[in-house]
């Protein structure tokens, strides 16, 4: 699977929610799979009809703005009373109103409608009703990545793509989840879906997810089986993907762009700073690109220019005799492909040098470390 180098770089869990789970907003069959499998089987009987789908959708604030809106079709001030049982708030408190009357959304409130609120219900000055306000207002603005709904079941699920859980946040779906349903008569469910290695959360009411089980769930879709496994974001000094704190890239990003751009303009070399000699010494590592010599990748620059190829990245083979064995043994000869900015290959193959190699067997160096090695200079061709 290729992806784009802007793709790449958008490391956010809106985008890979939507990448690889957004296929279930229009098939039926795969929602029904996906709540089996959250909630157990049997969790859907054929009276609770369709599955219902949303992503990243502030559902209490909805509910709130409906209901507000729609204030004068249920009994004078019994919406705010059986939100203020359900909120800890005294039954007879009274919301803030706007000029025209409506009452305020929630979400709008400020701190001085909530001074206004606590004053005109003669609780001014009340700290633990001006706590159970913020926690109300905190709770209704709170935006679940994946709702699932079906017959009298109401489901938030939270994603986590690279960090753990936020402070709070899965109390506060769980206080939504438990909140809207009831005032509808529903039961309220939450989980997590997130990396293995990211954590788990804390509360029991919460249950846990990984990728790697979602991605088994879907085997039989490549569309979303795929996109998971593949997937690897550059987050806190290393390549890490969805199944593993370690993972190879992907495919070039932005700033491998950029990289390129300035390994084909000539620059000064730098003097290390004074007191401390550069660390040009690839130690132990016996996979090291410079154990190959400036010869070996001196014809991969010919095959490339040969082809007008502009590569900002070199793959060689990583499997069989190391190649720190080279320096005893020329025949230590690894398969390489060059990749450019826009992920386009070329491999060291006469029969079909545009199909690449598997990367999982390789390692990639940029262009811009090899043009910089000591003494290496003869194995650049900027052209």
């Given at each position: 699977?290729?992806?784009?180098?802007?793709?790449?770089?958008?490391?956010?869990?809106?985008?890979?929610?939507?990448?690889?789970?957004?296929?279930?907003?229009?098939?039926?069959?795969?929602?029904?799979?996906?709540?089996?499998?959250?909630?157990?089987?049997?969790?859907?009987?054929?009276?609770?009809?369709?599955?219902?789908?949303?992503?990243?959708?502030?559902?209490?604030?909805?509910?709130?703005?409906?209901?507000?809106?729609?204030?004068?079709?249920?009994?004078?001030?019994?919406?705010?009373?059986?939100?203020?049982?359900?909120?800890?708030?005294?039954?007879?408190?009274?919301?803030?109103?706007?000029?025209?009357?409506?009452?305020?959304?929630?979400?709008?409130?400020?701190?001085?409608?909530?001074?206004?609120?606590?004053?005109?219900?003669?609780?001014?000055?009340?700290?633990?009703?001006?706590?159970?306000?913020?926690?109300?207002?905190?709770?209704?603005?709170?935006?679940?990545?994946?709702?699932?709904?079906?017959?009298?079941?109401?489901?938030?699920?939270?994603?986590?793509?690279?960090?753990?859980?936020?402070?709070?946040?899965?109390?506060?779906?769980?206080?939504?989840?438990?909140?809207?349903?009831?005032?509808?008569?529903?039961?309220?469910?939450?989980?997590?879906?997130?990396?293995?290695?990211?954590?788990?959360?804390?509360?029991?009411?919460?249950?846990?997810?990984?990728?790697?089980?979602?991605?088994?769930?879907?085997?039989?879709?490549?569309?979303?089986?795929?996109?998971?496994?593949?997937?690897?974001?550059?987050?806190?000094?290393?390549?890490?993907?969805?199944?593993?704190?370690?993972?190879?890239?992907?495919?070039?990003?932005?700033?491998?762009?950029?990289?390129?751009?300035?390994?084909?303009?000539?620059?000064?070399?730098?003097?290390?700073?004074?007191?401390?000699?550069?660390?040009?010494?690839?130690?132990?590592?016996?996979?090291?690109?410079?154990?190959?010599?400036?010869?070996?990748?001196?014809?991969?620059?010919?095959?490339?220019?040969?082809?007008?190829?502009?590569?900002?990245?070199?793959?060689?083979?990583?499997?069989?005799?190391?190649?720190?064995?080279?320096?005893?043994?020329?025949?230590?000869?690894?398969?390489?492909?060059?990749e450019d900015a826009d992920g386009n290959t070329l491999v060291d193959s006469v029969s079909n040098p545009s199909k690449p190699f598997s990367k999982a067997r390789m390692k990639w160096v940029s262009v811009q470390e090899i043009r910089g090695w000591p003494?290496?200079?003869?194995?650049?061709?900027?052209?």
């Open positions: 699977m290729r992806f784009g180098r802007m793709e790449i770089q958008a490391c956010g869990e809106n985008n890979f929610t939507m990448k690889a789970l957004g296929l279930l907003a229009f098939r039926q069959d795969l929602r029904i799979r996906l709540v089996e499998k959250l909630a157990g089987a049997g969790a859907i009987s054929e009276a609770d009809g369709d599955v219902n789908i949303l992503f990243f959708s502030r559902i209490g604030e909805n509910f709130l703005r409906e209901a507000i809106e729609r204030e004068g079709a249920a009994p004078k001030g019994e919406f705010e009373a059986r939100i203020n049982r359900l909120s800890g708030l005294p039954e007879d408190f009274r919301w803030h109103r706007k000029p025209d009357r409506h009452l305020s959304q929630p979400a709008k409130w400020r701190r001085q409608h909530k001074l206004q609120m606590l004053e005109s219900n003669g609780k001014a000055g009340d700290r633990e009703l001006h706590a159970r306000l913020d926690e109300l207002q905190k709770c209704l603005n709170t935006e679940p990545d994946l709702v699932l709904q079906w017959g009298r079941k109401l489901a938030l699920v939270e994603i986590k793509v690279l960090s753990g859980e936020g402070e709070n946040q899965i109390d506060r779906q769980i206080r939504l989840g438990k909140l809207l349903c009831d005032l509808l008569g529903w039961e309220p469910l939450n989980f997590m879906i997130g990396p293995e290695h990211g954590g788990q959360p804390e509360q029991k009411d919460c249950h846990f997810f990984s990728w790697e089980t979602v991605a088994h769930w879907f085997e039989d879709v490549p569309e979303i089986e795929t996109y998971i496994r593949s997937f690897a974001f550059y987050y806190k000094g290393s390549w890490q993907s969805m199944l593993s704190s370690r993972a190879e890239s992907p495919g070039p990003t932005l700033y491998d762009e950029m990289l390129g751009q300035f390994a084909q303009q000539p620059r000064p070399s730098e003097p290390a700073p004074p007191g401390k000699a550069p660390n040009l010494d690839p130690g132990s590592d016996p996979w090291h690109f410079s154990h190959l010599g400036s010869g070996y990748f001196k014809d991969v620059f010919i095959m490339c220019k040969h082809h007008r190829f502009h590569p900002i990245r070199i793959w060689t083979g990583k499997v069989g005799r190391p190649y720190i064995e080279r320096l005893e043994n020329p025949r230590v000869n690894p398969n390489w492909m060059a003494d290496w200079s003869d194995a650049f061709h900027p052209d």
